[in-house]
């Protein structure tokens, strides 16, 4: 199986802050990669797929870059709203696999 | 919209079975992958299986933890996928989600709200 790495497990930022989030690869995934940000009590939601490409309805402070094995997730500003916790997919090969997820807590 | 609705879950005890529900409305059900992932208690998601579209012979994948134990199934004139739980598990225990996919555009772009199963004595 595919390993995602994230880093880091958990962060603490400030509002307007700029966040980056990284997920490794054990082996090459091209860019079959997701990210998703879950709040508690509710489902994940698409942020990105393909690595880079931003889901409709999500705001563009929001990028995703990478290739190959190494990923990240850029929030260029937090929000209030931002705070939850963010997980990377690779869907590149049976079975698919999560990061453990990165917790993003006020400061 | 597009709308997936999961129901089923329950408690169930050690080595029974279960069958969930996923309910979908807002787009044409047969073409496309529908999935089932899980998050248990405090943790984070797993892959559960899957099944292709109609152009891909409803075709079906799963990871080895659950391989022989779990199917999915649709049906497509109720615009419904299944997910047969058998020989539960306590690690079982877990909040269920079924989501789409789109071909070509990454997977899971739309998830239910989850349906609790809860595998105790």
């Known amino acids: 199986d595919i390993q995602m790495t994230q880093s880091p497990s958990s962060l603490s930022a400030s509002v307007g802050d700029r966040v980056t989030i990284t997920c490794r690869a054990s082996?090459?995934?091209?860019?079959?990669l997701g990210w998703y940000q879950q709040k508690p009590g509710k489902a994940p939601k698409r942020l990105i797929y393909?690595?880079?490409s931003l889901q409709s309805g999500v705001p563009s402070r929001f990028s995703g870059s990478g290739s190959g094995t190494e990923f990240t997730l850029t929030i260029s500003s937090l929000q209030p709203e931002d705070f939850a916790t963010y997980y990377c997919?690779?869907?590149?090969?049976?079975?698919?696999?999560f990061g453990q997820g990165t917790k993003l807590e006020i400061k | 919209e597009v709308q997936l609705v999961e129901s089923g879950g329950g408690l169930v005890q050690p080595g029974g079975s279960l069958r969930l529900s996923c309910a979908v409305s807002?787009?044409?059900?047969?073409?496309?992958?529908i999935d089932w992932l899980r998050q248990a208690p405090g943790k984070g998601l797993e892959w559960v299986g899957r099944?292709?579209?109609?152009?891909?012979?409803?075709?079906?994948e799963y990871p080895a933890s659950v391989k022989g134990r779990f199917t999915v199934s649709r049906d497509d004139s109720k615009n419904s996928l299944f997910l047969q739980m058998n020989s539960l598990k306590m690690e079982d225990t877990a909040v269920y989600y079924c989501?789409?996919?789109?071909?070509?555009?990454?997977?899971?772009?739309?998830w239910g709200q989850g349906t609790l199963v809860t595998v105790s004595s």
């Open positions: 989501a789409r996919s789109v071909v070509g555009l990454g997977n899971f772009d739309s």
């Open positions: 807002g787009f044409t059900f047969s073409d496309h992958y």
């Open positions: 099944s292709r579209n109609k152009a891909n012979g409803y075709t079906t």
């Open positions: 082996q090459g995934i091209r860019n079959d």
């Open positions: 393909g690595a880079s």
């Open positions: 997919l690779q869907h590149n090969t049976y079975p698919y696999t």
